[in-house]
């Protein structure tokens, strides 16, 4: 096989997996700016290759054959060795891109990471970042489709599947309007959660899953009211000022509120919701010498 054939075959089988990933061939041809006869024929060659059909047609939709879904994760290997290898060549060369693909999760990326990515910027001048936030499971398909390098996030992810380290910690904790009524008490119990509404994140969110555990081991979860469920903190510390209901949030989300009398932190007794803040990454043979940097960086 020539040389041309090879770079033809790794362009065909990166088309191959974005057309499964995206169920469509217009769709993969917009992604990889090329015409979509030209994903047809790139398609055609691979089935031509392997003596088989790699797609279905359902519904209007492409999905993957049997033969597609073997090909599938080999594919996406090799796909990904090849991006490695350039990388590593490059950087070997001294042309290494020093941008940095950081995902973080909603919390992490609005409230920490900022002061984080300046400290290291100060010491690292030639290195950019890149910033993606978004809830875990989100960040974490990003990091699967290698859109990008690290991923700091605050949910649980598969060990087995992912190099996760801690690098923080952060403590949940329960706030209310300024002047509620609770105010004048030190503390409440934890049965007293059932008399207010609470005011959640949506349900995919790290933090909510932590703090519903929590409360279930506790006995009280199933006795909360929900108020409402909200897509950012911003806006469930705009809701809970205006007396809408109660939250329980990351302690770091809400420093300003508490220093300036917007909210207010009420214990709750015998209750501590701590929780882990993680660096997730792909086991890869090749890493960025930024990225290896960052990670050294946080875990000091």
């Given at each position: 096989?020539?040389?041309?054939?090879?770079?033809?075959?790794?362009?065909?089988?990166?088309?191959?997996?974005?057309?499964?990933?995206?169920?469509?061939?217009?769709?993969?041809?917009?992604?990889?700016?090329?015409?979509?006869?030209?994903?047809?024929?790139?398609?055609?060659?691979?089935?031509?290759?392997?003596g088989t059909s790699l797609f279905d047609r359902m519904d209007g939709k492409l999905t993957l054959s049997e033969a597609g879904k073997v090909l599938y994760p080999y594919a996406k290997e090799m796909v990904e060795l090849d991006n490695n290898s350039f990388q590593a060549i490059q950087e070997v060369s001294g042309y290494t891109d020093q941008t940095l693909k950081v995902g973080a999760s909603q919390t992490i990326g609005e409230y920490l990471l900022p002061g984080l990515l300046g400290n290291y910027q100060k010491r690292h001048e030639g290195i950019k970042f890149s910033l993606l936030i978004g809830n875990t499971p989100y960040i974490l398909s990003k990091l699967d489709n290698n859109e990008i390098d690290i991923a700091l996030v605050e949910?649980?992810?598969?060990?087995?599947?992912?190099?996760?380290?801690?690098?923080?910690?952060?403590?949940?904790?329960l706030i209310t309007s300024y002047n509620h009524r609770w105010k004048d008490k030190g503390s409440i119990e934890v049965h007293e959660?059932?008399?207010?509404?609470?005011?959640?994140?949506?349900?995919?969110?790290?933090?909510?899953?932590?703090?519903?555990?929590?409360?279930?081991e506790l006995g009280i979860l199933e006795y909360i009211e929900n108020a409402m469920e909200l897509g950012s903190m911003q806006s469930i510390k705009s809701a809970v000022e205006?007396?809408?209901?109660?939250?329980?949030?990351?302690?770091?989300?809400?420093?300003?509120?508490?220093?300036?009398?917007?909210?207010?932190?009420?214990?709750i007794k015998n209750l501590s919701i701590m929780r882990d803040l993680w660096i997730v990454q792909k086991d890869k043979r090749f890493k960025k010498s930024a990225q290896i940097g960052f990670q050294e960086f946080l875990l000091r």
């Amino acid at each position: 096989m020539e040389k041309g054939d090879d770079a033809m075959n790794i362009d065909s089988l990166r088309m191959f997996c974005r057309v499964a990933e995206e169920g469509s061939v217009s769709q993969a041809a917009r992604l990889g700016f090329i015409s979509q006869p030209a994903v047809t024929k790139q398609i055609r060659q691979l089935e031509n290759r392997y003596g088989t059909s790699l797609f279905d047609r359902m519904d209007g939709k492409l999905t993957l054959s049997e033969a597609g879904k073997v090909l599938y994760p080999y594919a996406k290997e090799m796909v990904e060795l090849d991006n490695n290898s350039f990388q590593a060549i490059q950087e070997v060369s001294g042309y290494t891109d020093q941008t940095l693909k950081v995902g973080a999760s909603q919390t992490i990326g609005e409230y920490l990471l900022p002061g984080l990515l300046g400290n290291y910027q100060k010491r690292h001048e030639g290195i950019k970042f890149s910033l993606l936030i978004g809830n875990t499971p989100y960040i974490l398909s990003k990091l699967d489709n290698n859109e990008i390098d690290i991923a700091l996030v605050e949910g649980e992810a598969d060990q087995t599947k992912y190099t996760v380290q801690k690098f923080a910690d952060d403590e949940l904790i329960l706030i209310t309007s300024y002047n509620h009524r609770w105010k004048d008490k030190g503390s409440i119990e934890v049965h007293e959660l059932s008399e207010e509404k609470m005011i959640w994140r949506e349900k995919d969110s790290g933090t909510r899953l932590i703090v519903e555990n929590a409360l279930s081991e506790l006995g009280i979860l199933e006795y909360i009211e929900n108020a409402m469920e909200l897509g950012s903190m911003q806006s469930i510390k705009s809701a809970v000022e205006a007396n809408l209901g109660i939250g329980i949030m990351p302690k770091l989300t809400v420093t300003k509120e508490l220093q300036f009398k917007v909210l207010r932190e009420i214990p709750i007794k015998n209750l501590s919701i701590m929780r882990d803040l993680w660096i997730v990454q792909k086991d890869k043979r090749f890493k960025k010498s930024a990225q290896i940097g960052f990670q050294e960086f946080l875990l000091r």
